[in-house]
């Protein structure tokens, strides 16, 4: 059992930048490929990008690619997301996953265990 707890969610301009954290309580995180997700008012969750377990594999969504990165930290049970260069089209609840597969999944259907989100809201 993985519990996942997102924080560092807010309301920016667009432009700027947040990181989101996504703690991990339970056995065996350092085993368990990372995804972030975001679901937006009335839209389908949809992958943002994902770190294999050892942190050295990324993958990202094209909307994504080149404003945010994912990171990890074992030693601490963390996932990051640095998000840069914000626009008003990325707010949405933010969600850390995790799944047992040994590479960064992209269907909601591969990941055991989700979080309860955070909001990011981004301004024009």
């Known amino acids: 059992q993985v519990q996942l707890v997102e924080s560092g969610g807010g309301l920016v301009q667009a432009g700027e930048s947040l990181r989101l954290s996504c703690a991990a309580s339970?056995?065996?995180?350092?085993?368990?490929?990372m995804g972030w997700w975001r679901q937006a008012p009335g839209k389908e969750r949809e992958f943002v990008g994902g770190?294999?377990?050892?942190?050295?594999?990324?993958r990202y969504a094209n909307s994504v690619k080149g404003r945010f990165t994912i990171s990890r930290d074992n030693a601490k049970n963390t996932v990051y997301l640095q998000m840069n260069s914000l626009k008003p089209e990325d707010t949405a609840v933010y969600y850390c996953?995790?799944?047992?597969?040994?590479?960064?999944?992209?269907?909601?259907?591969?990941?055991?265990?989700w979080g309860q989100g955070t909001q990011v809201t981004v301004s024009s």
């Open positions: 770190i294999t377990w050892s942190g050295i594999g990324t």
């Open positions: 339970g056995r065996a995180f350092t085993t368990y490929s």
């Open positions: 996953a995790a799944t047992s597969l040994g590479y960064i999944a992209t269907l909601t259907k591969d990941y055991q265990y």
